[in-house]
């Protein structure tokens, strides 16, 4: 069975701190991976994916995650936060259900706070 | 290019009433999904359209839901009768391709409150 474990439900960084927000994933097959992010009001915007590609994958706004199997994470980091990136961020496991279908499967979500 | 929309932004409802949501996808996107976010869970799949037909419905709660996409362009969600249990956030994506890596495009939701 596939899920996906957002570890915290929020977390708070101080402007110009490193953001890591954790993931972890149950997939019985090659996942892909993504990270999306709601800001207030806007629709949710994917971050970055990982295709089993390089396990290093680099997003938007300075943004990357890294594919661990052996961990079974794929954990987001930035290095400096900034007060945009206060919104909620989804880590989500995709893969093809029995019937051939693309699933989505999508953690709880991890709020962000930035203090200035 | 003009991304996903959806219509109305909140809706505030009596249990038992009807209400209907509507998404425009990305012009051009033959693929078309909606999904629900109930407080405090996950987001969850409901189904997902290429062009006008339903590829897959298996995230459909009950049968008081009724979706559709007529003419394979934009999509309706209708809930009738709606119950406390309905309220919650729905999302629409678009996407060109189902492929292994595809992309989703959201649009920002539609907030539903059943009273």
């Known amino acids: 069975a596939q899920s996906v474990t957002q570890l915290d439900s929020h977390v708070s960084v101080s402007e110009g701190t490193p953001v890591l927000l954790r993931c972890n994933y149950s997939s019985s097959y090659s996942p892909s991976l993504f990270w999306y992010v709601q800001h207030p009001n806007k629709g949710l915007q994917l971050l970055l994916k990982y295709t089993s590609a390089a396990t290093l994958v680099k997003g938007i706004n300075g943004f990357e995650a890294e594919f661990k199997k052996s961990e079974t994470s794929f954990h987001l980091t930035k290095p400096s936060a900034h007060m945009s990136d206060a919104a909620e961020y989804f880590c989500?496991?995709?893969?093809?259900?029995?019937?051939?279908?693309?699933?989505?499967?999508w953690g709880l979500g991890t709020s962000l706070a930035v203090n200035p | 290019e003009a991304g996903v929309t959806q219509f109305p932004s909140h809706s505030v409802i009596e249990k038992g009433q009807t209400v209907t949501l509507r998404c425009d996808p990305i012009s051009g996107h033959d693929n078309l999904y909606w999904y629900r976010r109930v407080m405090g869970k996950e987001i969850k799949f409901l189904l997902h359209f290429v062009k006008e037909s339903k590829q897959d419905e298996s995230g459909m709660p009950n049968n008081r839901f009724l979706a559709e996409r007529t003419g394979g362009t934009y999509s309706t969600l209708k809930v009738q009768p709606a119950e406390l249990e309905d309220s919650g956030v729905y999302f629409c994506a678009s996407s060109q391709d189902p492929g292994v890596t595809y992309e989703q495009y959201f649009g920002p939701g539609t907030r539903l409150t059943v009273t």
């Open positions: 989500v496991v995709s893969f093809l259900n029995a019937g051939n279908n693309r699933k989505l499967i």
